[in-house]
């Protein structure tokens, strides 16, 4: 008996020991990650004044759709924040779109602002608003560019009858903003991919970088850029203090075609020194697909710089009960400049990952994640943060696109489409960062 009971502890003090060497590990780790988030402060403050748009179909629109964030140095947590093309819903599977990719565009006049925010209590609140404009004063839209080609364009409708809103060669549907050391706003948007840089007090364009001549006045980019995924642009804009301007993709170029839709994880970083105009890509790994995401799923929110190698990455994806909205640090100190397209027959896309870049010589940015947002209690309704900035070296802030809080629903039965406000709001969540975590910050 004595046998038996000796046996049965050892044999526990076994598989605890290897438990130890294993899996226990893991669940060390885990619980590293729950005292790291358990350490950070996460505070959430909701828009209440936000100003009127207009009313279609008896529902009211407010502007919302934030898609960047600065916050505005020397300032009691005020910031800028830019919103995208405007009210729109995806009609692909209207009756009448006959397998077009539809958008309609309640306000086909509408035009992207650059709104100041400013915390107030526990509320946030609107202060002035810039529209940005051409030099002769005249606002852009948020309505589709002529000219772009690529597969599946998308058609602009301006009601439910398919009445069809047009193009506009200033169309922009901008996603991110960060002010320089001169006060200018660098703006990215997604239709050409182009980059933006904009008069600080005016809101005027001075400038348009894109791989398309349109407008014709436009700085050329690289043209590989031309195979942006549709709507997965340039997602993200940063400035570090040499004033190198830094632009993220959303998601990996469909290059040489579209099967990168469903296998690259390999999403570019252009870098562009306006002093000079050169440029240069370095490449960075998203997530893998897991569970019910698909690789697809995965979609880079904003960048921020934090000196002149660091950056902080919001990367997120969400698929039915499925969500992950993370902030990584990453590094590009060490990474490879991307200036040629070839390795092997294959583009760095079709390297697919980590592993395929290393095979062909080439080192990715570093990445180590940094904030898990929905442990800290990030409201899992704001599927898209897609605004980071920082406010000083233990402090940063995100910000969620709410899609102006209407959703447009179809009724199969009738074939009848209808609008409803989904209730979701605009939001500012400020975190701050315990000592062990402080950026290595650099204006």
Known sequence: ????????????????????????????????????????????????????IGVFNENTFYEGGFSG?????????????????????DASEHPLAAGKNIKLFPFPDYSQKILRLKVEGDELVTGNVKTI???DGTPTSGLPVPGLGGEWPEVAWSDFSAANAGLDTLGIDAEGIVQDADGNFWIVEEYRPSILKTDGQTGEILKIYSPFPIPKSSIPLDEVLKKRRPNR??????????????AMMQSPLWNPDRSMNDHSRIVRILELD?????????LYEMRAAEGALRQADWKIGDMVAVNHHQFLVIEHASRNENQYFDIFLIDIQ?????????????????????????SAGIVPVSKQHFINLLELGYDRSHDKPEGITILDSRTIAVVNDNDYGIDAIADKDSETWNIINNGIQSCLYIITLPEDMELDLER
Do not use: W
Request: one cysteine or more.
């Open 1 to 52: 008996m004595h046998f038996l009971q000796n046996s049965f502890i050892f044999f526990i003090f076994l598989l605890t020991g290897l438990c130890i060497l294993s899996s226990c590990q893991s669940s060390s780790e885990i619980d590293a990650e729950e005292k790291k988030n358990n350490r950070i402060e996460l505070q959430k403050f909701c828009l209440k004044n936000s100003p009127l």
């Open 69 to 89: 964030l600065h916050y505005i140095p020397g300032t009691d947590m005020e910031f800028y924040a830019i919103n995208d093309r405007g009210p729109n819903f």
């Open 133 to 135: 404009s051409t030099a």
């Open 233 to 246: 642009g340039f997602e993200a804009v940063a400035v570090v203090p040499e004033g190198k301007v830094y």
């Open 274 to 282: 306006p002093k000079t105009g050169d440029t240069q890509f370095y």
């Open 334 to 358: 060490d990474a490879t400049p991307i200036k040629e397209e070839g390795y092997d027959g294959k583009t760095p896309e079709e390297l697919l990952d980590k592993d395929g870049l290393t």
